[in-house]
């Protein structure tokens, strides 16, 4: 082999590596072309997931469970019965508060009854009272005549006497009437007052009574809304009480995405640009939304514990906003959104539509 073939065959392998490192760089150029477009074009983050409407359950009354209609992770409709408590208490209080109901009742009508007995007694007494006044009317005009007789020797005294009795039977007799009608007045007085109280009795029985049948309803525990089951926590036997969690109700389709992004990267951002959502579980799939709101504060002052600078040293760290970002794409069953799955949204800071944080808290 001669020094000039061996000279051609380096010339032709040190052009064959500088066409490799031209396709490898322009390769490369052509990848970084498109981060680099998502750089300039987007702002992102990986501290975002998914959030949504859940629903906790929780029975509003104690009881022992005789029925659970759903299983793990189960899908529901609004108004599904999901759990049902033994109901005899209940029954038995409904039945018992019921004829206490019945019972006042009839003690209402034995004092309406008995109220409007007296009424007809007062206008029997009156009419009594009407007579013995014109009576005792009668009487005393009878008595003048008789006196004026007498005084004249016209009458006997035998007759004067009778008349002066008269007279005076006619006024006890109207006495009478009048005190019979002041205690038909007070018995009439009295069954008012129990009348009142009667029905004040009835109407705090019938309160009790819609309690209790409100609280038989409620042994019989109905899905809030559509969606799944999730965190079910409850079984047949199981001793339940008012408040205590024992499922929840997680609605696929009303979702959104927690976004938390630094504060660095809000400048650009606005209300209303659209976002590029990628699913960490569903590789390839890309899911549209746009900025719904900010919070006006950063996720660290509203944390459990938020932190006290003005104390021992001081480091910077960079806060993070979060952004409430609505996803608009629709709800595919086969690319099901779940809360607390990962994300990362990519939004789009060259759409100068809506308005900026600064601007919504200006408006707040």
Do not use: C
Request: proline fraction near 4%.
């Amino acid at each position: 082999m001669s020094l000039k073939s061996i000279g051609e065959r380096f010339k032709n392998s040190k052009k064959i590596k500088i066409a490799i490192l031209i396709v490898v760089a322009v390769g490369a150029l052509i990848f970084m072309s498109k981060e680099i477009y998502y750089y300039i074009v987007y702002e992102r983050t990986d501290d975002a997931y998914i959030e949504g409407t859940i629903v906790p359950i929780s029975p509003q009354v104690s009881g022992k469970v005789s029925k659970v209609y759903v299983d793990y992770n189960q899908r529901v409709k609004k108004g599904e019965p999901l759990v049902e408590i033994e109901t005899d208490d209940y029954l038995a209080d409904v039945k018992a508060k019921r004829e206490n109901v019945n019972t006042l009742y009839n003690q209402l009508q034995e004092i309406s009854s008995s109220l409007n007995e007296a009424m007809a007694k007062l206008k029997t007494a009156e009419a009594n009272l009407q007579a013995a006044h014109a009576q005792r009317v009668l009487a005393e005009k009878e008595y003048q005549r008789i006196k004026g007789l007498y005084e004249e020797d016209l009458v006997s005294k035998s007759r004067f006497d009778s008349a002066e009795a008269s007279l005076k039977v006619a006024i006890a007799q109207e006495r009478a009437a009048e005190s019979q009608i002041k205690e038909v007045k007070s018995t009439i007085n009295t069954f008012t007052v129990k009348l009142k109280t009667q029905q004040h009795l009835i109407g705090k029985a019938q309160e009790e009574l819609k309690i209790s049948e409100i609280n038989l309803k409620r042994t019989l525990i109905f899905s809030p809304r559509d969606g799944r089951i999730a965190k079910k926590s409850v079984e047949v036997g199981q001793y339940v009480r008012p408040g205590q969690l024992i499922m929840a109700v997680v609605d696929e389709q009303d979702i959104w995405v927690g976004a938390n992004f630094k504060e660095t990267q809000i400048e650009k951002m606005r209300v209303g640009q659209p976002v590029r959502i990628k699913v960490d579980a569903y590789p390839g799939k890309i899911f549209k939304g746009h900025v719904a709101s900010f919070q006006p504060g950063t996720g660290a002052v509203f944390s459990l514990f938020p932190p006290e600078n003005a104390t021992g040293n001081f480091v910077k760290v960079v806060q993070r906003i979060p952004v409430r970002i609505i996803v608009d794409s629709p709800f595919e069953p086969d690319y099901p959104l779940w809360p607390g799955m990962s994300v990362i949204p990519y939004v789009d800071v060259t759409v100068n539509t809506g308005a900026k944080l600064k601007d919504v808290i200006g408006k707040q």
